[in-house]
Nanobody, 122 residues
């Protein structure tokens, strides 16, 4: 199973980027996908992801600017990032909770992608 994130890059403050993360491999079903980010020397933090009640949880710092969406048929999750700020400059990681094929299928939580760097210039 592999998570491949893409879409990072350099953008000016106030600009936009869209990150993508696709899950591939011997997958039965993807239960949930989320986005996280980690600055050097800091803990990885949730940026956006589903709640247990079916809603969406966003970090306070990105509310109103970032939107997570998912194409379940393609096993892809997106993060639309608008009004980017220099403090959004970090590596972004996607995460998936999924079932791999088996009899029965086996749950594999916390699968991480390789990260994609977002750099916002002031």
């Amino acid at each position: 199973v592999q998570l491949q994130a893409s879409g990072g890059g350099l953008v000016q403050a106030g600009g936009s980027l869209r990150l993508s993360c696709v899950v591939s491999g011997n997958i039965f079903v993807v239960n949930s996908m989320s986005w996280h980010r980690q600055a050097p020397g800091k803990q990885r933090e949730l940026v956006a992801g589903p709640t247990s009640l079916g809603g969406t949880n966003y970090a306070d710092s990105v509310k109103g600017r970032f939107t997570i969406s998912r194409d379940s048929a393609k096993n892809v999750v997106y993060l639309q990032m608008n009004s980017l700020r220099p403090e959004d400059t970090v590596v972004y990681y996607c995460n998936a909770d999924l079932l791999v094929n088996g009899v029965p299928p086996v749950r594999v939580p916390n699968v991480w992608g390789q990260g994609t760097l977002v750099t916002v210039s002031s």
